[in-house]
């Protein structure tokens, strides 16, 4: 298959995700559908990304293998941590496609920003062994990463957690039975705030989006199809932490408008930063120090903070 013709048929992964749950749906049984739906969602690319540089000495590569797992499944993660002993630290969840090896530009440049990272592969990408991901297999994976999270950094005052992408979607789901938990138990949630960037509301809305963008018809009925739902904007509410919500407004391949959706819907204490020409993966180095000062703020939120009409409004520039 010609190279630009594969590009292109990747870009579109999502409309084509909506055409093959319809074709496919006829004549295939349910669990033929589903697994097609997740090979098509994930897009797993095996190997190293070609930007790949290499880990830094410094950073600590290590298997994550709990005890709910199948023999032989593992998480493969990463721990970077930063220079200050003291230092707070993010659990980096990332999003479909690319494994760390696609990630590592972010995760260095939350490190350079001042914080340890703790960074992992789900069940399927990169050196982490498991089957075809699905949504309730990423969650696991993300509560198998937390566990060992709250080893690395003790201190929950300071852990953020962060999602990028689909990633935001785990992430949001983690920090929503985080909070449920702490309530079910009268505790606190034991962790400082998260952050969600370049995100979306559901599955179901993404995939309607695009689809009215690419193809011929916009009657199908997406939502029904879809068995990964990815309902964000029904969690949010419930995460009971801090939140900094990111997007870049030049996204051309999650509109910055989910974003503002799940800000709207989510409670305070809450912070909206858009970055004016951020695309899908280039808002936190085109964010710069305005990123730095939103993570800044969002470690020394309390409850009663971030909450007034300037603290909310979207922090296009400063």
Known sequence: ????????????????????????????????????????????????????????????????????????????????????????????????????????????????????????????????????????????DARAAWERFTVMQPDAGKRLIYGHSLGGAVAIDLAADLAAQAKKNHGSVPVRGLVIESTFTSLGDAVAEVADNNLPVNWLPVRWLLSQKFDSIDKIVDIDMPLLVVHGLADQFMPSRFSQQLFNAANPPKSLLLIPGGTHNNSMSLGGSRYRQALDGLMKAKPSQMAGPTATRSAQDS
Request: some cysteine; aromatic content about 12%; hydrophobic content about 45%.
């Open 1 to 140: 298959m010609p190279t630009a013709l594969l590009t292109r048929l990747r870009r579109r992964w999502l409309p084509l995700l909506c055409m093959a749950a319809l074709v496919v749906g006829l004549p295939v049984g349910c669990g033929a559908l589903k697994y097609k739906e997740r090979e098509l969602l994930f897009r797993i690319e095996p190997g190293t990304a070609g930007w790949y540089r290499g880990l830094p000495q410094d950073v600590q590569a290590f298997d994550i293998k709990p005890a709910g797992f199948k023999a032989g499944q593992n998480l493969h993660a990463w721990w970077w941590p930063a220079a200050r002993k003291d230092a707070p630290s993010i659990l980096y969840l990332h999003g479909v496609r690319w494994n760390l090896t696609g990630q590592a530009f972010r995760i260095e440049q939350l490190r350079a920003m001042g914080y340890s990272v703790l960074a992992i592969d789900y069940r399927g990408f990169g050196q982490s062994k498991g089957d075809l991901p699905s949504e309730a297999s990423v969650y696991e």
